[in-house]
């Protein structure tokens, strides 16, 4: 990779306001926890979270004009533009950053949305995503506990905080988000 780890956090972290840096740097220090809990590799996992949020400010008609230029989902474009950050992130990635570990590039790809068959570092990422020190929401302690055992478990609760809160205000469900929970279910359930 043309970036070190430290040019690489300098280059991010220009390109948000300090605090969503912090969000980012508490989902680095979480990540590595559960990577190392779970066995997933905790540099893929840190190096994924560093970048998890990067076009997460850009203008949205920058997110917009990168998705169509350079072909990037069709789909998510009909949904909330919440979620085009991670898909552009992942495109950004690759392309600046020199990122080129497929599995690194889809935990960035997925960590809003999810999606059926999530990797281990999808998860984890995911899941860091959902339950760094910064985040504060309510249920986001239950998360936390669940953690501690099961990251299938503590990641389908997630799933139901995000999908409950948008059912609550009426908004639209992005739907492999609700794929992504069902499949994590079917993983317990499987499991069990
Ligand atoms: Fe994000
Ligand atoms: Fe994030």
């Known amino acids: 990779m043309e970036y070190s780890r430290e040019e690489l956090i300098e ?8 605090k969503r840096w912090e969000h980012t740097k508490g989902v680095m220090e ?4 559960l990577a190392k809990r779970f066995g997933a590799d905790p540099v893929k996992a840190e190096l994924a979270a560093i970048l998890h949020d990067v076009a997460k400010y850009w203008p949205v008609q920058k997110l917009h004009q990168m998705m169509v230029e350079h072909a990037l989902s069709e789909e998510l474009l009909h949904y909330d533009k919440q979620l085009w950050h991670a898909e552009v992130g992942a495109f950004v990635a690759e392309h600046e950053y020199g990122v080129t570990d ?6 960035i790809r997925y960590h809003t949305s999810g999606r059926i068959g999530m990797k281990l570092l999808d998860k984890v990422v995911c899941l860091a995503d959902y339950m760094e020190p910064g985040r504060d929401f309510p249920g986001v302690n239950n998360i936390r506990e669940l953690a501690n055992h099961s990251l299938e478990e503590a990641l389908a609760a997630g799933f139901d905080s995000t999908i409950g809160h948008l059912l609550s205000r009426r908004q639209i469900i992005f739907p492999l988000t609700v794929q992504a929970r069902n499949d994590l279910i079917k993983q317990l359930e499987a499991n069990s």
């Open 102 to 107: 497929a599995e690194v590039l889809d935990a």
């Open 30 to 33: 979480t990540a590595v926890i």
């Open 11 to 18: 280059a991010v972290s220009s390109q948000m306001p300090a």
